[in-house]
């Protein structure tokens, strides 16, 4: 679809356009992303090591660890952002749903926009 292949400007800010995918939709086989959901995260890990560990297999533009507001604790969960959409295909198709993350074993999905898939 060319609305999505272009590239939109709002307010001066670039944004991107991803294809909605309704809530409990299964995603579709030709949609790509970049961004993954990391889950069950150790609360000590460091937006550092996050990064650095998950560097391993592809380059990160972009890592969250989700913090509370009010405490600014770790909820448990982040992302991570690829440069590359073939890099989140690889790094599922090898290591599945699970990965260890120094002794800790923590839950991957694809994420398209506000859908992460189960």
């Known amino acids: ?10 307010d001066g800010k670039q944004v ?3 294809r909605t995918i309704p809530k ?14 990391v889950g069950g995260l150790p609360t000590a890990l460091t937006d550092g ?12 533009v972009e890592h969250e660890i989700i913090c509370d507001h009010s405490t600014n604790r770790s909820r448990g ?5 690829f440069d590359a ?3 989140v295909d690889e790094l599922l198709a090898k290591k599945g ?3 260890d993350l120094n002794g800790t074993q923590v839950s991957l999905r694809w994420c398209f ?3 992460c898939e189960p």
Do not use: C, Q, W, Y
Not at 24 to 37: E, S
Not at 49 to 57: H, N
């Open 24 to 37: 409990g939709a299964a995603p579709l086989k030709d949609f790509k992303t970049k961004k993954i959901f």
């Open 113 to 115: 926009l506000n859908f």
């Open 85 to 87: 959409e073939k890099t």
């Open 49 to 60: 090591e996050f990064k650095d560990f998950f560097s391993k297999f592809g380059k990160v």
């Open 77 to 81: 969960f982040g992302f991570i952002v």
């Open 97 to 99: 749903n699970k990965i």
């Open 1 to 10: 679809m060319r609305v999505i292949e272009d590239n939109h400007v709002i």
């Open 16 to 18: 991107e356009i991803k």
